[in-house]
């Protein structure tokens, strides 16, 4: 079982960063859009 689980954590790790970019990215494409921005 563990044997199995190494390698999907190892891919989550290195996937991460781009996630977290994608996100950050679509985070604030949605700020942008919101009309009642108020900065």
Request: hydrophobic fraction near 45%; proline fraction near 8%; charge should be positive.
């Amino acid at each position: 079982m563990k044997k199995m689980l190494v390698p999907i954590i190892l891919l989550a790790v290195q996937r991460t960063p781009a996630i977290l970019k994608q996100l950050r990215i679509w985070h604030l494409g949605y700020l942008d859009r919101k009309p009642n921005n108020k900065k």
